[in-house]
């Protein structure tokens, strides 16, 4: 019987992890299964309190103190539940400080009450905020730069994102730090930053070994709301 009960307590601790994965992935949608996520995390809990309900009468030969005991630990697995469920804001900010501090260039993205994102990096060691993003679909690591007027991809970046050297014109003088040179103008159809979005981006591309790093520059920059340094951090607000 403890057995039987045991694998019926793998069930529930299975369904309670289930909830709760449910209730983090649907939280911005605020629904599950087509129920608000309040809703459902009430029935959750019922029907967690009806599986402990139904072990002690399946079991109720056992003795007081075996079906105390795992009615216990399902207790404490219900509560922990809950717990996590009513603090996952402060859980999630947790989580993507552990990130940020392991992985710099990683955006951190929170959005406020108008369904706005808000976009956090930290300063990599070499003092510089670098930031990783996707062009098209390809995913680009940039440096930001304010000093840019536009967003500039380096050659190889600009062929993971799909523009073909032999397609483009270069007519656009720049200076970047291994010497003047020319660069191609183009048009982005979609540039990623964490949780902000945007399409049809101004950009330039630039001559084979002229660019270590795509710059993230003002024409994406100038698009936000608003862009922030405090301390250690850079923030973009969509």
Do not use: C
Not at 35 to 47: D, I, K, R, T, Y
Not at 152 to 165: K, N, V
Not at 196 to 217: H, N, P, W
């Amino acid at each position: 019987r403890i057995h039987k009960l045991s694998r019926m307590l793998i069930l529930v601790l299975g369904a309670i992890g289930a909830t709760l994965v449910l209730l983090l992935v649907n939280d911005e949608r605020g629904t599950t299964f087509g129920m608000a996520n309040e809703e459902f995390a009430q029935a959750a809990v019922l029907g967690v309190w009806g599986a402990i309900l139904a072990a002690g009468l399946m079991h109720r030969k056992m003795r007081f103190g075996d079906v105390a005991r795992q009615a216990a630990i399902w207790l404490v697995l219900l509560l922990g539940l809950v717990a996590g469920y009513q603090y996952r804001f402060e859980l999630q900010d947790f989580a993507s400080r552990v990130t940020a501090g392991l992985i710099p260039s990683r955006p951190q993205t929170a959005f406020g009450e108008d369904g706005r994102a808000s976009v956090t990096v930290e300063k990599a060691n070499n003092g510089h905020f670098e930031i990783d993003g996707a062009i098209n679909g390809a995913s680009i690591s940039f440096l930001v730069d304010t000093g840019a007027s536009s967003v500039m991809l380096s050659a190889d970046d600009a062929a993971a994102a799909g523009f073909r050297p032999e397609d483009l014109t270069f007519t656009s003088p720049i200076s970047t730090a291994n010497g003047s040179s020319m660069a191609a103008p183009v048009r982005l159809n979609e540039i990623v930053i964490g949780g902000i979005t945007r399409r049809d981006i101004r950009a330039l591309v630039a001559e084979q070994g002229k660019l270590d790093s795509s710059l993230l520059g003002m024409s994406f920059l100038s698009s936000l709301s608003g862009y922030a340094v405090r301390q250690d951090q850079l923030i973009l607000q969509d």
